[in-house]
């Protein structure tokens, strides 16, 4: 597998304390080469992905929505067929009638037990939602939320803690050349919602206990995927942890699975 040594798109500034090491090429290279699906998988269409991002809610190098959405409209924009449009808070009608996927990543603003119909349609038509992060959060409307998503995060109940995270992966597809993952960002747990609903991808031990980190669920031809790993920016500048989220994207969209594997080292924080 070969590196590109220079690319379109650099790292993000490191911003806050405590980043994790850059993560090792042949630890890279020894993911890829396990994966049972490895290699470029063509597809002809035009794949059509919409970036929802909020406002900034954190310090330095944390919740950067904004920083997040222009680096992945970028970034996804090099790949032959991928058509990539933004929404600024909750998307407007006329974007999810125009997208294959919407990719959430912001505190959820605008989210309502009102907006689960056009989630609802959405889905009804094999659309594909991911949600990154605090996109869980189901403010007044938490239960509304997790019947969707699975899991929703609730204010003043959920809990959450920042530091080194050691997923370790089922045999779910997007866990093929993955057994662990050491990441420095932050974790939740005792979220709303029914485990018995969700397709467990990943899980990371908090209390004592495992606790879901990455999941799927299929509502009809429709399907969601979402990440709880997400606080920092440097998260997505990890090329394992990115290729996770693209595969994430791809299957949501029922695209081949590693449609996008090539952008997950493009930019990335990567060392000897």
Request: net charge negative.
């Amino acid at each position: 597998m070969t590196f590109l040594l220079t690319s379109p798109l650099d790292p993000a500034p490191i911003e806050a304390a405590g980043e994790p090491p850059l993560r090792k090429r042949a630890e890279i290279e020894s993911v890829l080469k396990r994966s049972t699906a490895l290699g470029k998988q063509q597809a002809t269409n035009t794949f059509r992905i919409l970036l929802s991002a909020g406002p900034k809610d954190h310090g330095p190098g944390e919740h950067d929505y904004p920083l997040w959405q222009k680096r992945w409209e970028k970034l996804l924009g090099l790949e032959d067929g991928i058509k990539v449009d933004t929404a600024f808070g909750w998307p407007k009608r006329e974007q999810f009638q125009n997208s294959d996927v919407i990719v959430f990543y912001s505190d959820n603003p605008g989210w309502s037990a009102e907006r689960g119909a056009e989630l609802d349609a959405f889905l009804k038509r094999g659309g594909g939602l991911v949600y990154l992060h605090y996109a869980v959060d189901g403010h007044q409307a938490v239960n509304e939320l997790s019947q969707r998503i699975g899991l929703a995060w609730r204010g003043g109940a959920s809990k959450f803690r920042h530091g080194p995270l050691d997923l370790q992966f089922t045999s779910h597809p997007f866990a093929a050349g993955f057994e662990k993952l050491n990441l420095i960002d932050e974790s939740y747990w005792q979220l709303v919602g029914d485990e018995k609903n969700i397709q467990l991808v990943a899980s990371g031990v908090e209390e004592g206990a495992p606790r879901p980190l990455l999941w799927t669920r299929e509502r009809g031809d429709g399907r969601i995927f979402v990440s709880i790993p997400g606080h920092y920016t440097w998260t997505f500048d990890d090329p394992l942890f990115r290729l996770l989220i693209l595969r994430g994207i791809c299957w949501t969209g029922h695209q081949p699975i590693d449609r996008l594997y090539e952008l997950a080292t493009i930019g990335a924080r990567i060392g000897d």
